[in-house]
């Protein structure tokens, strides 16, 4: 099983995005989310998700908004950007040569 830490550099980056397009979250909301979609299989620490999450916003590809959260909490949501949603692309077409890559050689025979 793949850990973060194990993942390609900037792939966190790129799965944030990703799941924020589908809806606005706060943290602990995409940590589920992440959880949830990858079968159980992604898990990402609070000590990686919120450095990740602030240079996100730093680039323009989030913002950020208080409100309270399902439990009447307060929490800070986050949302993509017109910029976001440019860079997501960028970084999916990215991911997609990367990947596709790996896979070939992966798949090469053994001698």
Do not use: C
């Amino acid at each position: 099983m793949s850990k973060p830490t194990d993942l390609v550099q900037g792939t966190l980056d790129l799965l944030l995005l990703k799941i924020l397009a589908l809806e606005p979250l706060n943290g602990f909301g995409l940590s589920q989310r992440l959880k949830q979609v990858s079968g159980d299989v992604l898990h990402v620490s609070d000590g990686s998700l919120y450095p990740a999450l602030h240079k996100l916003e730093q680039e323009g590809w989030i913002t950020a908004e208080w409100k309270p959260s399902e439990n009447n909490r307060r929490a800070k949501f986050y949302s993509l950007t017109r910029l976001g949603r440019k860079q997501l692309e960028s970084e999916a077409d990215n991911w997609g040569r990367l990947s596709s890559a790996i896979t070939r050689i992966v798949r090469l025979k053994e001698a």
